[in-house]
């Protein structure tokens, strides 16, 4: 999921060595890893920044992230970068896009045992390694909308001066999910679902933190965000107002993944890293920086006043080798409607 606070750069980590037989005391480099990631992962309240220091201490290293704009487009910096990528992670593709990013042969085996992890489903996947999870929802503010949509087809039914902020699915994974979640649900009916949708849509963003950014402004009367969104309102801001209800058809879930580059600069580094991310130390602060469910349930359980999982059969979800086989076309023609 994006965070909800502004977004700030994170500053590289800068190692400094001292040639041997020079004056004084010699100063081993700092070994860094670097993570190629969303920016809200990096932002200053966001479960990056809050996991940075854990695993600096622990590892005797630097974090480095590097940033796109929203989780979609990483997979378009790997094919640009190919094996001249400088990072050694990539976190925050998930499970619509994860065929595709293994077939550029950049994605390494994660060794990993992963067959107690507390997702919706059993992970036997070798590469990918599951960090969160969600189900995506239409955000809205109880005091401005009075009759809120319960399922996609009332998405269709609702005043037209009642506009929706959708992310793009070429760039964002909640755009490329919310394009699964329709074609999930009406099958080849799809486009003709997006051209009775498309009246209503105020605009399409690159990602998740402008759209969300956009509603909070009152541009628009919802929002595709999650069913956890507003739990960062009630538990952050101490307000009931806003709410993401479980549509009729099911709501379609993510799950957001990491793994290790083949030609990762220091892949020992990223091994740990991987292993840290399903230990307390980075699990834990999942809930309350990226406001997803952490893949592997800490100790303390969720907070208090955080969203009920929804059950199996409030969810939908393709494979991931669904997805990826259907996802070009299914873009080109949402692209279709959106253009007509």
Known sequence: MRFFMSLVAMAAAISISVGAGTMGSAQAET????????????????LGTAIK?????ECGCKIEFISVEDGAALLSRLKLEGASSKADIVLGLDTNLTVEAAATGL?????????????????TDKQFVPFDYGWFAFVYDKTK???PPQSLADLLKGDPKDKIVIEDPRTSTPGLGLLMWVRKVYGDKAPEYWASLKPRILTVTKGWSEAYDMFLKGEAALVLSYTTSPSYHLIEEKTDKYA????????????????????????ALAD????????????SAVATTNWMYPAKMPAEGLPA?????????QTLLFTADEAAKGRKAWVD????AMSQ
């Open 31 to 46: 070994p860094t890893l670097r993570i190629l990631t969303y920016e809200s992962f990096t932002s200053e309240w966001g």
């Open 53 to 57: 220091p854990v695993f600096e201490k």
């Open 107 to 123: 994605i390494a085996d994660h060794g990993l045992e992963l067959s107690k992890l507390d997702l919706p489903m059993a992970w």
């Open 145 to 147: 909308l009075a009759n």
């Open 244 to 267: 993401a209800p479980t549509f009729a058809e099911g709501n379609y879930l993510q799950v957001e993944v990491a793994a290790k580059l083949v030609h990762a600069p220091d892949p």
């Open 272 to 283: 740990k890293f991987l292993a840290f991310m399903l230990t307390p130390g980075f699990q």
């Open 305 to 313: 006043g955080f969203a009920t999982p929804l059950t199996k059969d």
């Open 333 to 336: 023609e949402w692209l279709k």
